[in-house]
């Protein structure tokens, strides 16, 4: 009795070539995966150290945004002293041209001008004042010192969870009005 192959059968031999041909192995598959794998994890690994500078950088852009709006506002508000009331490392005081009475003062953490906020966040604020012949004056200011002060030196310094900012600035006055 005959027996017969279905291996050697014509159209059973075209199915199995057609697929050794143009199909993967499961190992073929398993190794591109795992490749893949690979290449996902370095790259979320970089990509997460990307986002992690750019959030630094976003929060080192926010204080410096606050350090420099700060000091222009200040700028503004010097340009129209008129005459000084009290001056402190923490606090300084004046009256403009119009006679308002102009407050700076730096207390819990916080810059403020007239008692609105112009900073949150300051770690360091520091008035200095000098004399065109005598160098720093001692604080808070006498009101003889009033009339020999020729430069205001503010220090400041904002920072928040992730990034600061510090500047000096120099503010210099002749005869009574900022120069």
């Known amino acids: 009795m005959p027996t017969r192959s ?12 057609a697929r050794a041909v143009g199909a993967f192995s499961l190992i073929e598959l398993a190794v591109v995966i795992v490749i893949i794998g690979i290449l996902s994890g370095l790259s979320l690994g970089f990509i997460g150290h990307w986002t992690g ?25 010097l ?7 009290q001056g402190a490392s923490n606090k300084f005081s004046f ?3 119009q006679g308002a009475k102009i407050a700076l003062d ?14 949150q966040g300051v770690a360091v604020c520091e ?15 006498s009101p003889g010192d009033f009339e020999h002060l020729a430069r205001i030196q503010l220090t400041l310094r904002i920072t928040n969870q992730t990034a600061a900012a510090q500047t000096i600035v120099n503010f210099y006055l002749l005869e009574g009005y900022l120069k």
């Open 6 to 17: 279905f291996q050697n059968a014509p159209g059973r031999a075209r199915a199995a070539d």
């Open 106 to 119: 730096y207390s819990a953490a916080q810059f403020s001008l007239n008692q609105q906020p112009l900073a």
């Open 127 to 141: 008035f200095q004042y000098f004399s065109v012949n005598e160098g720093k004056l001692a604080t808070p200011l």
């Open 79 to 85: 340009r129209t002293l008129r005459s000084i009331d």
């Open 53 to 77: 500078l750019y959030t630094t950088l976003l929060a080192q852009k926010r204080v410096d945004g606050e350090m420099f709006a700060t000091v222009e506002q200040l700028r503004r508000e």
């Open 95 to 97: 009256f403009n041209v």
